[in-house]
């Protein structure tokens, strides 16, 4: 089973460019997942799909970042502009999207941005 | 809000010594749990869940046991190895299907 997809996996840019990372998930998997991981942190949820419909976006800067998820299966993650302070890897992940507690997340390898 | 908090690292450990990670966590009802791991260069692996009180998460040797009382799930290993050293993240699942991590616990193991 191929695992959940990002690209690009590295990305230099300066400070007020924009920027764009791209999640495909494991196939079936209705609910995805963008992170924030800053060096030396936990990743934090940015926004999160159910199908293409968004579930929680509460921790999504959304003066400079927006997120879709068309046809409910890839997802774009788009900065602009950025700034220093998002510099940090951005995380994808996919689950099945059950409930009651069966829930397993998985990660793709992540895609580290560098802001200049 | 839902939180997960994490002990601090770094933990430096020798081979075949005991681990414990601590981690509690904050939530309404009654939430998912999980370790997550993080080894050098990789992205993050599931380790082990649990996802109801007094249910004993297992994998590779590490053990953790979901504890209402104390709202903990802490990460033990009875003997460490080097290939164990990796970064370990306490994370929950709430009712609404929301994912909370904490901070990470760096592991180092010498030899």
């Known amino acids: 089973e191929a695992g959940v997809a990002q690209s690009p996996r590295y990305k230099i840019i300066e400070k007020r460019q924009s920027v764009a990372f791209w999640c495909n998930p494991i196939?079936?998997?209705?609910?995805l997942y963008w992170y924030q991981q800053i060096l030396g942190q936990g990743p934090k949820l940015l926004i999160q799909f159910q199908n293409n419909g968004v579930v929680d976006d509460s921790q999504l800067p959304k003066d400079r970042f927006s997120a879709e998820r068309l046809k409910g299966v890839d997802s774009t993650l788009k900065i602009q502009p950025a700034k220093l302070e998002d510099s940090a890897v951005y995380l994808c992940a996919s689950s099945q999207g059950l409930r009651g507690g069966l829930e397993t997340q998985y990660f793709g390898p992540g895609t580290r941005l560098l802001v200049l | 809000g839902d939180s997960v908090t994490q002990m601090e690292g770094p933990v430096t450990l020798s081979e075949e010594a005991f681990l414990t990670i601590n981690c509690t966590y904050t939530?309404?009802?009654?939430?998912?749990l999980f370790w997550y791991v993080q080894y050098p260069g990789e992205g993050l692996q599931l380790l082990l869940k649990a996802t109801k009180a007094d249910d004993k998460g297992s994998n590779k040797g590490f053990e953790a046991t979901y504890r209402k009382e104390t709202t903990s799930f802490h990460l033990e290993k009875g003997s460490v190895q080097v290939s164990d050293s990796a970064v370990y993240f306490c994370a929950l699942m709430n009712t609404g299907n929301q994912f909370y991590f904490g901070t990470g616990t760096s592991l180092t193991v010498i030899p």
């Open positions: 196939s079936g998997h209705a609910t």
């Open positions: 939530a309404t009802g009654y939430p998912s």
